[in-house]
């Protein structure tokens, strides 16, 4: 007896499997764009983070990535060893660190922006554009 409701055993038919297939996809994508640029996915969405705000404590980014505090020290460790975030005691209290992009990591960002843009383009290439925009709007919906 099938616990399926529409009784096929086709991952195709489960949403989380299409989900977790598309995110793949797209992460692989991504990863591959932005290999010249040193960076990965990770590394580009703290990138964006601060390259759109003032200077931000590591914990500041972080709760906007929604990661852990262990992962984004490690993420912000291969980051400045790569030259492209760099990290200082706050002025206003110093036992927070404030992170901000080099030079080297603005025009990193700049580069991977294209390029970044240029995977979501192809990845949704195969609905239309009105398609892609109800698709992000869904999503942002079911994440609230």
Not at 1 to 8: A, H
Not at 30 to 59: C, M, N, Y
Not at 69 to 90: H, S
Not at 122 to 138: H, K, M, N, V, W
């Amino acid at each position: 007896m099938s616990t399926e409701p529409n009784g096929t055993a086709d991952p195709h038919e489960v949403l989380g499997y299409l989900l977790k297939h598309a995110a793949l996809k797209l992460a692989t994508m991504t990863d591959a764009a932005l290999a010249p640029f040193g960076i990965d996915g990770k590394d580009f969405g703290a990138l964006r983070v601060l390259a759109h705000r003032e200077p931000a404590s590591q914990l500041q980014v972080a709760q906007t990535l929604g990661i852990d505090r262990t992962t984004m020290v490690a993420l912000l460790d291969v980051l400045e060893r790569k030259g492209i975030v760099t990290r200082r005691p706050d002025p206003a209290d110093r036992r927070r660190n404030v992170v901000e992009l080099t030079e080297p990591g603005l025009r990193a960002f700049d580069a991977a922006q294209v390029a970044h843009a240029e995977v979501e383009r192809a990845f949704l290439a195969g609905i239309s554009p009105g398609a892609a925009q109800d698709f992000r709007s869904t999503l942002r919906t079911l994440l609230a």
